[in-house]
Structure formats: structure tokens, C-alpha cells
């Protein structure tokens, strides 16, 4: 009798001890342009560049304790860290080209997760120094879902967040191209997990009213409201901070469903 109760005893005392560990934060690293980055890193953010919001960088409130239950598919930890690298002007191509990839891709560790958004520059034309033609851009996709990998992290890959145009007859379409479709296809062909954003953008959009989502949303004020603006702002690609929260808000929501 003795015995057995030494051995309950131990037994409670181990199994107090495993509940007593903490397991690792997961590391969220946001990779992308300037819809994605965070603007408070950036030097003198409040005289040069608010109201301007990337989603990323009001992702992280999204991942209290109580609400990581909602995203335990993906995320088996009681904590969250969101490293949004995330950089303005940037396309699947620079942002490798840069060094930023291998920055990451040197401290990435099992379980954690990147989260890989890019399209708004690759597409650019008119910018050689950013263009990455279709072909071009499946192929960086798809060295950042293998290496991702390769380091036993989980990559998830997104279609770009749609511009603030075009709209017609009160309904947003896409302004991207083939560029979504080129996710879709690399996320199919490597069993990658897709967020749909360019098209959860849109709907979203559209049911806010075209009105609001210009003037709330996107960076479109009059003059003389924030000193990095003296003359007003009219940008239908970048976010205020509502327009970031709901980018956010789809984008948490659309992990609960992966």
C-alpha cells in the first residue's frame, strides 16, 4: 500500500510538473510589401507617415491567450509572436534579392509559421525594378514555401489584398490580374495552405460601401490633418488603421478555417 502510494504521489508531482512547463512562442513572420509592413519601425513614424497602418502591424492583438483556441489547427502554444518583415516596395524578387529572406530563413524553427503576401509590386510594370512576370513569381513563391520547409516551419501562402478600384455598379473587382490565380495554382501544386485575401478583400469591401472604405480605409483625408500630409492624401492602395484592423480581421479569421 505504501508503494502504490509513493507512486501516486510521484505520478502527481510528474504530471504537475509537465503542466508547469511553458511550451515555445510561435513565431509569426510576416513576409511582403507595404500593405503587410509595420510603420511604427520605421524612424519618426507620428511626424512623417500616420496615420498610414500595414494589417501586420495590428496583427498581434489577435493573439491573446484566451482567443489562440480559435487557431489551435495551426498554432499548438499558449503564446504568439508576430515578426512582421514586411517592407514597402517590395516583390517576391527584391525582398530575396535583399538578403531579407535569408535573415529569416537563418532563425526559423520547427512550428513556427510565415506567412507569405506579396503581388502589389510584382506586378509592376512600369517598374522594372520590382516586376516579376507570372513565371517569375510562381518560382520565388515556391522557393519560399520549400525552404520554409526544409527549416520545419509551416508556410501560408496569400493572394494580394485588392487596391481600393476597380469598382463599378457598387461592387469591387480585381485589380491583380492573373497574380491571385498564380497563388492559387502554387498552393495546389505544393498542398500549401491558402488564404484567400485578394478575394475576402473584395466581398468585404463591397459590403462596406465604397464611400466608407475610401474614406475610412484607405489613405484618402483632406489637408492640413497630419503633419506627414501637409497637403491631404489621396492613395487607394495603403490603410488607415480601420482599413488595416479589417484586413487583419479577415486574415485571423480566414487562419481559423485552415
Known sequence: MKIITRSLVF??????????????????????????????????????????????????????????VKVKNLINSDSVIILDK??????????????????????????????????????AVDKPERYVNIAGYKEYLRLYVIQTRERGATPILMTPVNRNY????????????????????IAKELNVKLIDLTQLSVDAFTAKGQVAVTSKYFMNFEKGLYSGYPDGQKDNTHFQKE?????AHLVFNAMKRL
Open 11 to 68: 505520478i502527481s508531482f510528474t504530471t504537475l510538473f509537465a503542466f508547469s512547463i511553458p511550451k515555445r512562442s510561435v513565431n509569426i513572420y510576416l513576409i511582403g510589401d507595404s500593405t503587410v509592413a509595420d510603420y511604427t519601425l520605421d524612424s519618426g513614424y507620428m511626424e512623417k507617415k500616420f496615420p498610414l497602418n500595414g494589417w501586420g502591424q495590428v496583427f498581434q492583438p489577435f493573439f491573446r491567450k484566451d482567443s489562440l
Open 86 to 123: 514586411a517592407r514597402g516596395g517590395r516583390s517576391t524578387r527584391t525582398f530575396f534579392e535583399e538578403g531579407r529572406w535569408a535573415a529569416i530563413y537563418k532563425v526559423l524553427k520547427k512550428d513556427d509559421i510565415v506567412m507569405i503576401q506579396f503581388g502589389h509590386n510584382d506586378a
Open 166 to 185: 476597380p469598382w463599378k455598379d457598387g461592387k469591387l473587382s480585381n485589380v491583380h490580374g492573373e497574380y491571385p490565380n498564380a497563388v492559387k495554382e
Open 243 to 247: 482599413g488595416a484592423m479589417a484586413v
